[in-house]
C-alpha cells in the first residue's frame, strides 16, 4: 500500500484511493469500503443471490479473506463462493495496479473499468479446473445463478 511506501522514504504525490480520490488510502478502504469499489462487491453479493449487508459494506477484507460469509447450507456452494470472493479480492487489487501503471488518458479508462465481468470469468476457469469432473459448469446458469449448478 502507498502509505507504507511513503513511511520507507519513497516519493508518492498522494495518498488519497485511487479509485475514488476522496479518501486516504489503507487495504480496508481500497479493498471494500471505497464507493466505486463497494459497487463491484454489491454485484457480487447480488450475483450469489445474497442480501447484501445491512449497511454496506460491513465486512472487512479480512472477512473475505477468511472465508465469513452468510451460510448458504451446502459446503460446495460456500467452497465455490469462497473462492469467488477471494478472486474478487484478487481482481479488485490487479484493478488498483492497472491505474497506478497507467499513463495520461489510460487511467480514466482504467478507473471507469467494470470489472465485474472479469471476476466472473475468472471464478468460472477456476471452478471449471477445480471442480470439473463432478460439476457441469454451463456458462450461462453461472453468469444467471451459479448457486444453481448445485442443485
Known amino acids: 500500500m502507498r502509505p507504507n511506501l511513503t513511511a520507507r522514504g519513497v516519493d508518492i504525490p498522494s495518498l488519497t484511493c485511487l479509485f475514488c480520490e476522496s479518501d486516504f488510502e489503507d487495504i480496508g478502504y481500497v479493498m471494500v469500503k471505497c464507493l466505486k469499489v463497494s459497487v463491484v462487491w454489491r454485484k457480487v453479493w447480488s450475483w450469489w443471490n445474497l442480501p447484501p449487508p445491512t449497511s454496506f459494506p460491513s465486512f472487512s477484507s479480512i472477512d473475505v479473506a477468511k472465508g465469513n460469509f452468510p451460510d448458504r447450507g451446502c459446503p460446495s456452494i460456500e467452497k465455490v463462493m469462497n473462492g469467488d470472493f477471494q478472486i474478487s479480492l484478487w481482481a479488485i487489487w490487479s484493478w488498483k495496479n492497472r491505474i497506478i501503471h497507467a499513463t495520461g488518458t489510460d487511467i480514466e479508462s482504467a478507473k471507469n473499468e467494470d470489472i465485474f465481468p472479469r471476476i466472473q ?31
Not at 128 to 151: G, N, Q, Y
Open 121 to 151: 470469468r475468472i471464478a468460472k476457469l477456476w471452478i471449471s479446473a477445480r471442480i470439473c469432473s463432478k460439476l457441469k459448469t454451463d456458462w450461462v446458469c453461472w453468469i444467471a445463478m451459479p448457486w444453481e449448478l448445485f442443485s
